[in-house]
């Protein structure tokens, strides 16, 4: 992985689980007891697909079987490489919300990434006057109603994005910074009065990942984005074969009964070659 790029992996969790049975025997002893005490089916066999499929993109960067991999946290709760696989320079953030799982991973560069589903919710605004800033209150309450829901996830999605790029995650409140939220407004990061050294070595980057979802990426050093490249083949194919125990998976292989690509990749790179501040 070039260290001017970052890559954006997307998995849809219920197709992988239904073909993937050798993605639980990726997890370790740890993990599987994670995954016994989930008190629904469909939540316990998103959480083993989503974290076999990490464990798995892991092993093709790391070149080593993904059951091997040692996962830690660091001091603020951020899943970070450990043991042998310390030193190696790959970072890696996920996000998962119901069915989809999003995945950002570079090369000496702290990142975020953050996914959300839109589904209306009866205590919105109160959420919002709760965690937001006054700027994001006035942004948020000058839409129309119909436009709300959308800039709710939209702004919460960047601003979970920008936290896990810090490294805070949830130890540093919503409302110490703010987001843009509106259409018109490219992704940014306002009014960071205790964070001014680190909000602008961070650069935002909404992504589309499908109808009904709202998604964000963090990436510490980038200057801006070069046109995002999806990747055909490659990296995605290599990821669905393993997910589908080779090359004998269910008849439509790689994608969903849907047509949707059941992983897929997204490589976005730096407009300025290898910068970091």
Known sequence: MPADEVHVWIARLDEIAL???????????????????FYFEQDRIRYVAALGVLRSILGFYLRTDPKQIELGREKRNKPVLSGRFAPDRIQFNMSRAKELALYAFARDRSLGVDIEKMEP??????????FFTPREVRDYNGLPSNSRLEAFFRCWARKEAFLKATGDGLYRPLNSFSVSLLTEEEPRVTDAAGIKDIAPRILLHDLYVEKGFAAAVAVEGFDGLAAPRQQEGGLGHALSRMSYGGASGAKDGPYSSTGHPVISTLILRNKVKNALP
Do not use: C, H, Q
């Not at 073909?19 to 005490?37: C, H, P, Q």
């Open 121 to 130: 919710m009866p205590e919105m605004d109160r959420i919002v006057n709760r």
């Open 19 to 37: 073909r993937g049975e050798a993605l639980k025997e990726t997890l370790s002893e740890e993990e599987s007891k994670i995954a016994g005490r």
